[in-house]
């Protein structure tokens, strides 16, 4: 255990790089943090963390204490993790399990606890006939086309600047016309997936997330999207290390944001940095982040023109 303990510190207490691409050494042992200030904005804490590598033999060692943490939760707390061990293995393959080793940074309580708290929530939101399905369109998706084509959140085809995904959501494009809130929750859930799925890197360096919400109004704040925080922050195996909103001060901003805010996690709002002004202004100030104008949507004053249809038309060709 002293061995494991020492492994996590050391992995931890490296150095990070901050968005003008500095060495620093990291104040504490969680690298995942670091104060920058950017012109007048006040200073944000966000994430620019390198880690060392895990070996095979540290990866395996919290992997073998993740299962040992699974044995001592009762079986009628993880009655949803045991049926999915039955009817869906290859979901539980190596890869998965180690997304909740990082995403509880590497603490194998934490991981294990995530895991059944995942399948629990899985079940409730795609029920007993979807759950155990392979997470794609053609599978747990079959009937939630329309909340995906909605496009209101989708992967963007670039990496910033230091490899890490980039998630777009815009929330304006979510009219809930043709589709419900559980069809959209689901919809949510198949993206944070798929950004699993499309490099194993994701896991451990984290996902950049950019909430375009400049045109927000007042019926955008909508329940349903608290919900879809607690995926994000307490069952899909994802980490944030940066997030950035783009909004436009105001009175619904000034109304509804304090309130959104409540629902986000310390440690998530710690990663939040917000750009006000003109849409180019802020997308010219994105550069300094590792993400340029050709990477950013048109929508938001980039110059990408991203098909989300012809990207989900992809993903159901490929059985994703």
């Known amino acids: 255990q002293e061995e494991l303990e020492a492994s996590r510190m050391d992995v931890y207490g490296d150095t990070y790089v901050n ?3 500095e060495e620093k050494v990291a104040a504490s042992n969680n690298v995942e943090t670091a104060s920058i200030s950017s012109g007048d904005t006040k200073t944000s804490t966000m994430s620019w963390g390198k880690r060392k590598p895990l070996t095979e033999s540290e990866m395996q060692d919290l992997l073998d204490s993740m299962e040992y943490e699974l044995t001592k939760i009762p079986n009628q707390e993880k009655e949803e993790y045991l049926e999915a061990l039955k009817q869906c293995p290859s979901q539980l393959d190596v890869v998965r399990k180690k997304r909740f080793i990082y995403r509880a940074d590497l603490d194998p309580a934490e991981a294990a606890a995530r895991l059944v708290g995942y399948w629990k929530e899985r079940l409730a939101i795609f029920g007993p006939e979807r759950c155990y399905l392979p997470m ?86 909508r329940p349903v999207y608290r919900k879809t925080l607690q995926l994000e922050q307490k069952y899909v195996p994802i980490r944030y290390s940066v997030m950035h909103s783009f909004i436009r001060p105001g009175i619904v901003y000034n109304v509804f944001a304090p309130v959104f805010k409540l629902f986000i996690d310390k440690r998530v709002r710690s990663r939040l940095v917000e750009h006000a002004g003109s849409p180019l202004g802020m997308v010219a100030e994105m550069e300094k982040y590792g993400i340029t104008k050709d990477m950013l949507p048109v929508e938001m004053g980039g110059e990408l023109n991203f098909d989300g249809i012809e990207w989900l038309e992809n993903q159901k060709k490929k059985n994703r």
């Open 136 to 221: 794609t369109i053609n599978g747990a998706l079959r009937d939630d086309w329309e909340a995906l084509a909605s496009c209101s959140s989708y992967i963007l085809p670039g990496t910033d600047s230091s490899g890490r995904k980039i998630y777009y959501v815009n929330p304006t494009k979510a009219t809930f016309e043709n589709y419900t809130e559980e069809q959209y929750l689901r919809s949510r859930w198949y993206y944070l997936e798929a950004l699993l799925d499309s490099d194993e890197s994701v896991a451990e360096k984290g996902v950049v997330q950019i909430v375009f919400a400049y045109n927000a109004k007042a019926r955008d704040f």
């Open 19 to 21: 968005p003008d691409g």
